[in-house]
């Protein structure tokens, strides 16, 4: 295999330009690195801003190929790597940050790290959905709060990406979970294991009331930010509360928090790929998810609708809409 070989791949080469189908060189793997023929791409929102110009933190300057989550077949090996074989099936969140090639291509080269053995129950395209709202969940609900069997743990954003496998992954470690969103994500909701609670209908004072006694819950994940962020602050219980949240943009009063003796945690899911520390923990939450998905205990909620590199315009038209019924997948 050469340097000189091609592969197609959609480029965006500037701020809110169209995705641009190419044929461009196909990476060769370095030391340490695996090259992966690619089955599917996830699509992330922070594709999408990543796409507008808007994700300075993300570290990918345009002209690039995007695309952050992978799923797909181990096609060669880099000097060093002896833990993978090639026609391995894998998947991970290894590519589109930091100046990396994304995986809208046919293949990308990736730390052998990053890696996981993709679960046997789920196809490639499914697999493609995970591994960015696996990696983000497990840090908040594990790693940062220690969420154990009897925790009572709100989620906020429950029917979104971070928010279904959140909850999939507390009910599995034994905790007692409730989620918010609007009406008509409740079925999704009550179908994942969760008490839904409508954030619309119901103030944080009346639904800690309800289902905490007015204690507070043991652990609430915020997926969503902003305000939803400062009513987390309010939901926590006193003395014994953790105040998890992946989008925590902006100024905000610990006041809240404070008054209630409980703890806040912040979660960027990135920074393995940033500074390259941490990329094994990345593989580590891979397989144990992995484990959970092969149980049974955990299933990614995809949106129907099927999308190749000649129509992948249109995930990410759908991503921007807000209509996305699931997580989008772009099949290579």
Not at 58 to 64: E, G, I, K, S, W
Not at 97 to 125: C, F, H, T, W
Not at 172 to 186: D, I, M, P, Y
Request: net charge negative.
């Amino acid at each position: 295999m050469t340097d000189s070989l091609q592969m197609r791949a959609l480029i965006v080469d500037s701020a809110n330009a169209p995705l641009r189908l190419a044929s461009i060189a196909r990476p060769a793997p370095e030391a340490g690195q695996v090259l992966v023929r690619i089955a599917a791409s996830g699509v992330n929102p922070l594709d999408g801003k990543i796409r507008a110009g808007q994700a300075a933190h993300a570290r990918q300057p345009l002209p690039a190929v995007l695309g952050m989550d992978l799923a797909g077949t181990v096609e060669a090996l880099g000097e060093g790597v002896d833990q993978w074989e090639t026609g391995d099936e894998v998947y991970a969140m290894a590519t589109g940050i930091g100046g990396a090639q994304g995986s809208l291509a046919e293949y990308a080269v990736v730390d052998a790290r990053l890696l996981a053995r993709k679960p046997g129950n789920l196809s490639m395209r499914e697999a493609a959905g995970l591994p960015l709202v696996l990696i983000t969940a497990w840090e908040g609900l594990v790693d940062r709060a220690r969420v154990q069997a009897g925790h009572t743990v709100l989620i906020h954003g429950g029917a979104g990406g971070v928010g279904h496998v959140a909850i999939q992954i507390a009910r599995a470690l034994g905790a007692q979970v409730f989620a918010t969103g609007s009406a008509r994500q409740k079925e999704i909701i009550e179908g994942l294991g969760a008490t839904f609670i409508d954030y619309r209908q119901s103030s944080v004072e009346a639904y800690v009331a309800e289902h905490t006694a007015g204690e507070g819950f043991d652990i609430v994940y915020d997926t969503v930010g902003g305000e939803t962020l400062d009513a987390s602050f309010k939901a926590a219980k006193i003395y014994q509360g953790h105040v998890v949240s992946c989008l925590g943009w902006g100024q905000h009063s610990l006041a809240p928090l404070s008054f209630r003796g409980a703890s806040y945690s912040g979660v960027f899911t990135l920074l393995p790929l940033l500074t390259g520390q941490g990329r094994a923990h990345h593989g580590d939450i891979l397989r144990e998810t992995a484990r959970l998905i092969e149980a049974g205990q955990l299933k990614p909620l995809l949106d129907p609708r099927r999308f190749t590199l000649q129509t992948a315009e249109a995930a990410h038209e759908l991503l921007l809409s807000g209509a996305a019924q699931g997580r989008l997948i772009i099949e290579i």
